[in-house]
């Protein structure tokens, strides 16, 4: 409600959207049409908030994928809001792949994605990701960027799964490595590696996993 000439970067726009779903997406628009989503963004009740990075022309649309294994799935929601904001692409043949065994390529491509897949030369040090793998310059941005590190013998392991300490681990670096200030309660958390539990703390405390 107030008139400004410009705006600056990193500003977080809530804007009304009355059918407001997890698959409603805000869109910028350019001087010549062109359109990208905007996948830093979330739905709440008539309206969608957005991260964006300067002044621009932004229109409200619904960017649902259609696949035939969401349905009934306890996941379909989630599926739905991650798929419409291009940060997972099916698996062809109208599939999702709700079942399917993530891993390290794929949690490096998604971060990557989330991104807007950033400008990056690929370069890496892992000898076991070969250029021109659709995951190669995900992985050396990845890597790079401190979300997903190798091994110590020099790999990374495209192929490996992903477990859900590693996955704590990777949205933590992802968000900064925030302070974690609460214990974990759960019966299993003496199995928690090491090099895993503040991660696997801020993970539950914030509630982006749980038990």
């Not at 993530?102 to 807007?116: D, G, S, V």
């Not at 400008?119 to 890496?124: L, S, V």
């Amino acid at each position: 409600n107030k008139a400004v000439d410009k705006i600056g970067s990193g500003i977080v726009a809530s804007i009304p959207a009355k059918e407001a779903s997890p698959t409603t997406v805000l869109v910028i628009v350019d001087a010549e049409g062109n359109e990208t989503i905007v996948k830093k963004s979330a739905t709440a009740e008539g309206e969608i908030t957005a991260l964006l990075e300067g002044s621009c022309t932004v229109v409200v649309k619904d960017n649902k994928k259609e696949f035939t294994d969401t349905e009934g799935h306890w996941g379909k929601s989630a599926a739905e809001f991650a798929s419409s904001r291009e940060l997972f692409n099916g698996v062809g043949n109208g599939k999702f792949g709700m079942n399917t065994t993530m891993n390290r390529a794929m949690m490096a491509t998604i971060f990557y994605n989330l991104e807007n897949g950033p400008d990056h030369d690929g370069e890496h040090d892992f000898h076991d990701v070969q250029e021109g793998k659709y995951y190669a310059k995900p992985v050396a941005w990845a890597a790079e960027s401190g979300v997903l590190s190798g091994y110590s013998d020099g790999s990374f392991r495209a192929d490996a799964p992903v477990t859900r300490e590693q996955l704590a681990v990777m949205l933590w670096n992802y968000s900064g490595k925030p302070e974690a200030k609460k214990a974990l309660t759960n019966s299993d958390a003496d199995n928690i590696s090491n090099y895993a539990k503040e991660a696997m703390q801020w993970a539950v405390e914030t509630g982006v996993m749980s038990g």
